[in-house]
């Protein structure tokens, strides 16, 4: 028995927000720049009002419409996201359970940065290939505007607000296709390269705290972008080798969207056609876990996918983590 994408959903923040926002902010940036280091024109920010749990359970109820499911099939709801409704419960997961209506299923949230969506599609398809479950929705929601400080021009400009759900399902005897293979990795000794020094267990919040703003993101850009490519080359070139496959057997290399030129470096040094990276980053900016589902969620929205296809799923991100997922489209 394998695990295979039955429907996808996405959804975005509702305010479209285009680069010169944050030179009207007041910070010493322009959209040459942005443009230019990233590749990013617009990102979506969601409204005050609107949290992770409320973009999920829209992303979610577009992937159910979309696979065609009775909702009461759903045996299992895996949450990837680091901006949770609430800091540490109840999960975000149980909140999409209720908002879906859904009656007492399993429901957890998984905690991989931009990874999380890899390391959740990974979590469902043992889930199903043990028999356990055969219908669960795994979300990738992150609203990072949240957790983002919007006087730091280094990384303000990059971040945003999405959500991408799939429906993982078992396959029916002589089906072919699904999710072939996943290998997951961390490094924590690079957890200091992108995170939230404080406001944790560690530094519980108080004034002084939110007075240094240092419960927001911080990122050292440089090391991100080289350990981004570092680490992820390998591990493309590791997994193809595996299943002896060529690049060129490869439909589409869906990885993180973190920056244009990270997307242009990997696709490069693999030799990768250039109609085979799938980029949406320009528009949407990075809204961490959602990346990768919401990029899925396009091409199938599109009609780009089709019935033998490969593609290779690659997230990488904070802690440092990253995580691959080689799929055969059914
Ligand atoms: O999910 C994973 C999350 N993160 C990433 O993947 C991020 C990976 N890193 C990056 O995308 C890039 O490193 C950045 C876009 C963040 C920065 O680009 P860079 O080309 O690596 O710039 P830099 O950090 O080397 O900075 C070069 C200059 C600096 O000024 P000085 O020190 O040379 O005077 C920065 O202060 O650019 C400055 N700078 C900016 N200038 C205008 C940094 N951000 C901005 C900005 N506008 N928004």
Request: include cysteine; charge should be negative.
């Amino acid at each position: 028995m394998k695990a295979r994408i039955s429907g996808l959903g996405h959804a975005l923040g509702e305010q479209e927000t285009h680069n010169h926002y944050f030179v009207d902010l007041g910070l010493e940036t322009s959209d040459e720049w942005i443009t230019e280091r990233t590749g990013i024109k617009s990102r979506y920010i969601a409204s005050e009002e609107t949290s992770t749990s409320d973009l999920a359970t829209k992303a979610a109820q577009h992937c159910i419409q979309n696979a065609s499911i009775d909702k009461s099939n759903i045996d299992l709801i895996i949450v990837a996201t680091s901006t949770p409704d609430y800091l540490s419960f109840p999960s975000t997961a149980c909140l999409v359970q209720e908002k879906l209506k859904l009656g007492p299923i399993g429901a957890f949230d998984l905690s991989a940065a931009c990874s999380g969506f890899s390391f959740a599609l990974s979590t469902a398809r043992s889930f199903i290939e043990s028999n356990m479950y055969k219908n669960i929705l795994v979300i990738g929601a992150d609203c990072l505007s949240k957790i983002t400080n919007f006087e730091d021009r280094g990384t303000c400009i990059l971040f945003a607000d999405g959500a991408g759900a799939a429906l993982v399902t078992q396959t029916v005897e002589g089906e072919t296709g699904g999710i072939i293979d996943s290998s997951l990795h961390s490094d924590g000794s690079k957890a200091e390269l992108l995170m939230i020094p404080k406001g944790g267990s560690k530094y519980p919040l108080n004034t002084s705290i939110t007075d240094e703003k240092s419960h927001y993101i911080t990122m050292d850009g440089k090391g991100v972008f080289k350990s981004a490519i570092s680490i992820v080359i390998p591990a493309i070139k590791s997994m193809l080798n595996k299943h002896n496959l060529n690049i060129n057997d490869l439909s589409y290399l869906v990885c993180h969207q973190a920056n244009k030129r990270i997307l242009d470096k990997i696709a490069n040094s693999i030799g990768l056609d250039k109609d085979k990276l799938v980029v949406n980053v320009t528009k949407y900016g990075n809204t961490s876990a959602a990346t990768i589902p919401i990029a899925l969620s396009e091409l199938n929205e599109e009609k780009k996918l089709q019935k033998g296809d490969l593609i290779l799923l690659a997230g990488f991100g904070a802690g440092f983590t990253w995580g691959l997922n080689l799929i055969e489209w059914s």
